[in-house]
């Protein structure tokens, strides 16, 4: 069940959460592989109202986005931890246009991607 984010003007997050149950029947696997999905980070999980969620944006039709996993690493790379790579991928970027998460899943992709690169620059 995917369930509304709280907006705070601070804190930048996503329109819709989802808990790990419902991001494992969304992705067609067993709930031990979205915990090591996580692990490898491959996919962004972060703790909301005492809930592990993952930003439903993140999970697109049955799969997961596909330059998410490696977007997570550079940022991690370079020094991230989920929270602040959750924050990175849903602060506005004016010149992509938009948030880097929704853009991941289009054609500015690959433009996501490098500047995630720059980030450990």
């Known amino acids: ?14 329109a819709e ?9 969304r992705l067609d696997l067993r709930i031990t592989k ?9 996919l962004l999980a972060v703790r909301r109202d005492g809930i592990v969620r993952v930003p ?6 049955s799969t997961v986005l596909k330059h998410l996993p490696g977007v997570l690493t550079l940022l991690h ?7 602040e790579a959750l924050e990175w991928l849903y602060t506005e970027d004016d010149t992509l246009p938009g948030l880097p998460a929704v853009a991941l899943g289009g054609d500015l992709a690959r433009e996501v991607k490098r500047r995630a690169q720059a980030v450990g620059y």
């Open 1 to 14: 069940m995917t369930e509304p984010a709280s907006r705070d003007v601070k804190t930048p997050g996503p």
């Open 17 to 25: 959460w989802l808990n790990l149950p419902d991001v494992a029947e």
């Open 34 to 42: 979205v915990h090591q999905m996580i692990r490898d980070r491959a």
């Open 56 to 61: 439903a944006e993140l999970v697109a039709n």
């Open 77 to 83: 790379d370079a020094g991230y931890n989920d929270e």
